[in-house]
């Protein structure tokens, strides 16, 4: 694995296209984007996929900026009655016009009760770059933040009821072995696939560890409790603020690789269950999956991939691709940060180049000269490269699928199936 | 500040962008935040042609930043003229962020090595604020400011410069294709559509025309005023909507390009014989889809609608509101 920086200009999405898909997967929410002309266009222009969301937009005046306590007023009376929580989305701008928005968070929620959390969207990260899906971890840092914090006692009582024989009691259904988990689990990612945090949760809980809840939470469970004790499980190798929010909150985060592919699934599930004080071994299991998957593998075996890099997902992806058999050409990372990462660096095959801040001419210069099987392209070169006679998968496509744990990964490989199938059919009818 | 449940209007970064992505050997660096850059992702969304935008980020870097990496705006825009030869203009358009961080922008083009030195145009009129229309229709003027060559004699044959919406106006391009059809009809041939189509060449020689016919009033009245004043070519600006407004459209360029009058009308009249008043697309939707419905007019438009056509508001529906926005 060799890693190159080649400090250009990415193409990648901006983050604020996910305002939509966040606020349809959030339905008792009311999401309100503070910024400027600028900010209400971008989320207007890529309406997404799924049932709308509520959102508004806090369009400030450049010339005549809002006062103090302005913005937390205009909150409470768009929220009424109707949301429970509301999310602010603040641009760069309000922050460049002069608005605290959690400043303003905070005093809405105390002027009307509810849960009101502040996202920064344009806050800088440690590594440079933007990723398309930063949003999405800034809105799960926010909701780590209105997570209940565990206290002392209930980390006393933790410890005493798992010497006894279990964090939930006992004679749970289908737990093969409740009394090992000492500490509880909290599973953070998976906003955009929702289903695929529910299949990791039932994976969980055959290995004995029963999880006490996912961030973002699925239907209508509550946020579960984060602080001391808690042991957290990263799903999405963008989480990286999200991460460092639960970590703040003392929660201990798992250090493994992302549960995305086989293997990957089963160093989750292995050390998860080991941070929660359960020993589990999952070499079985990801061996028969291995063998469920062969027919599929043949269809991605010797397939070269290119991938362009967007959202952050990539790198997981390519591991999972390169153990199933494909040739991994290029991997983008428009930001890569490589403590977060480094499990997953460690993993990726020998064969891997990673391009850290890839610039999007040069990637498509590389696409025309390698040509690739597939690109999984961003959204600025899929037309393009498509125009060129390139096969293109986005990689959305891949994210809204659902690709966590041991059904992710047959998604991944049926997704990637269906693209070589359909070109071939198209190939066929030589138009 | 108000709460809204969108805009129908984006930033004056994305009009500057839009008009700019029409016009061949322009190319614009948009300086934004990094990620800021959205129109390569909307224009594969929208348009067909496979194409990849003129357009370059120039990233406004917070804290430390590599030597070598993009940031640097007068490096930047060195840099596209060095990597695309083709290019005439560069155009800089900055988005609302870069605008509110104050950033002072080069009031001189970037050096290049030979004699090849491209226009730039700094648009130094953009402020936090301004919408995507004001903007487009300053930049072209600006772009045609630049270019348009003093002291060309005019066509030896009637000809006018189309002035049209730019990319991503629905149906743009056949708009400007049954537009250019009606004007050869009468006898008068294009010297230019500007901006979709145009080019930079295109943009030197539009003085050569008799005349300029404004379809899309919003982003080319400063370009045609200008032109008007500066070098004398008229310009119509009834909208070609409807088949009074076309036929009167047509009239006044035949006037202005010094047309037999009655030639023209007997065209108009056997124009409107072939197409029943209307063009064909217009027969697609039933004559009930807006029977019973209440309709309001949004727009930015500052001509009103083609004043004789049987406007679904007036024609089987109340109309509640119409007007400008």
């Known amino acids: ?431 | 500040m108000r709460l809204l449940n969108g805009v129908y209007e984006g930033p004056g970064s994305h009009g500057i962008l839009r008009l700019a992505t029409g016009i061949s050997g322009v190319h614009a660096v948009l300086r934004a935040a990094p990620g800021e850059a959205y129109l390569p992702a909307l224009y594969g969304s929208r348009e067909r042609d496979g194409l990849t935008v003129p357009v370059t980020l120039s990233p406004l870097q917070e804290g430390r930043r590599e030597s070598y990496a993009p940031g640097d705006l007068l490096q930047d825009l060195a840099g596209v003229v060095r990597r695309h030869p083709g290019v005439e203009a560069v155009i800089l358009a900055r988005s609302e962020a870069a605008l509110l961080s104050g950033e002072e922008i080069p009031t001189t083009s970037p050096p290049q090595p030979g004699d090849r030195e491209p226009a730039l145009v700094t648009c130094a009129w953009e402020r936090p604020g301004m919408g995507e229309t004001e903007a487009a229709d300053l930049a072209l003027e600006d772009l045609v400011r630049t270019h348009a060559r003093k002291g060309l004699e005019r066509s030896p044959y009637p000809t006018v410069n189309l002035f049209g919406p730019p990319v991503f106006g629905p149906g743009a391009a056949a708009e400007y294709d049954e537009a250019e059809r009606l004007l050869n009809l009468v006898g008068v041939e294009v010297n230019a559509r500007v901006p979709l189509g145009a080019t930079v060449e295109g943009l030197r020689r539009l003085p050569r025309a008799w005349g300029n016919v404004l379809l899309y009033r919003e982003v080319g009245e400063s370009a045609t005023l200008h032109l008007q004043d500066e070098h004398g070519v008229g310009r119509v600006t009834t909208p070609m909507i409807g088949a009074a407004g076309t036929g009167a459209a047509l009239r006044a360029v035949a006037e202005l390009c010094e047309l037999d009058p009655k030639f023209v009308e007997r065209t108009v009249w056997s124009e409107l014989a072939h197409t029943s008043k209307l063009p064909w697309y217009a027969r697609l939707r039933p004559p009930e889809t807006f029977d019973g419905l209440r309709v309001a007019v949004f727009g930015t438009s500052p001509t009103p609608w083609g004043s004789d056509t049987p406007s679904p508001a007036r024609s089987a529906s109340k109309s509640p509101r119409a007007g400008r926005t």
Request: proline share 6%.
């Open chain 1, 1 to 431: 694995m060799t890693i190159l920086n080649e400090s250009g200009i990415p193409d990648v999405l901006h983050p604020l296209h996910a305002v939509t898909g966040l606020a349809g997967r959030f339905p008792g929410t009311l999401v309100i984007v503070v910024g400027v002309r600028s900010e209400a266009h971008v989320v207007r222009s890529f309406p997404g996929g799924g049932p709308g969301g509520r959102i508004s937009f806090a369009v400030l005046d450049p010339q005549d900026p809002p006062g103090q306590g302005h913005l937390a007023n205009l909150v409470v009376e768009a929220a009424g009655r109707r949301a429970d929580t509301v999310l602010l989305v603040a641009g760069r701008t309000a922050a460049a016009l002069g608005v605290d928005v959690d400043f303003e968070a905070r005093l809405a929620a105390r002027k009307s009760g509810l849960s009101v959390a502040a996202v920064d969207a344009g806050a800088p990260y440690a590594n440079p770059g933007v990723l398309s899906t930063d949003l999405e971890d800034r809105v799960l840092a926010a909701l780590v933040g209105l997570c209940p914090k565990r206290r002392t006692s209930e980390l006393v009582e933790a410890a005493s009821q798992a010497k006894r024989g279990g964090l939930f009691g006992l004679g749970g259904r289908g737990r093969e072995r409740p009394a090992e988990q000492g500490r509880p689990v909290v599973l953070l990612g998976g906003a955009l696939s929702p289903g695929s945090a529910a299949g990791l949760v039932a994976e969980l809980a055959r290995t004995g560890v029963q999880a006490a809840g996912v961030v973002p939470s699925t239907g209508d469970d509550d946020l579960p409790p984060v602080g001391e004790g808690t042991v957290v499980g990263v799903m999405d190798p963008n989480l990286g603020a999200a991460a460092g929010a639960a970590r703040e909150r003392g929660a201990r985060v798992v250090r493994t690789l992302m549960p995305i592919g086989i293997d990957g699934t089963a160093r989750f599930l292995q050390d998860v269950a080991e941070d929660a004080g359960a020993r589990t071994s999952e070499v079985m299991r990801a061996r028969s999956v291995w063998e469920e998957l062969g027919a599929l593998r043949n269809r991605v075996r010797g397939k070269r991939i290119f991938f362009a890099g967007d959202t952050g997902y990539e790198l997981p992806l390519a591991r999972f691709l390169a153990d199933a058999g494909a040739v991994v050409l290029e991997v983008g990372a428009p930001r890569l940060d490589r403590r977060f990462l480094a499990e997953e660096l460690q993993a990726l095959g020998s064969g891997v180049d990673v391009v850290v801040s890839p610039d999007w001419r040069g990637q498509m210069q590389r696409i025309e000269d390698s040509h690739p099987d597939v690109v999984v392209a961003s959204a600025g070169l899929h037309a393009p490269l498509v125009a060129r006679g390139h096969l293109c998968r986005s990689p959305q496509d891949f994210v809204r699928a659902g690709l966590h744990g041991y059904e992710g990964a047959r998604r991944i490989l049926e997704l990637l199936a269906r693209t070589f199938d359909r070109a071939e059919a198209l190939d066929a009818l030589s138009l």
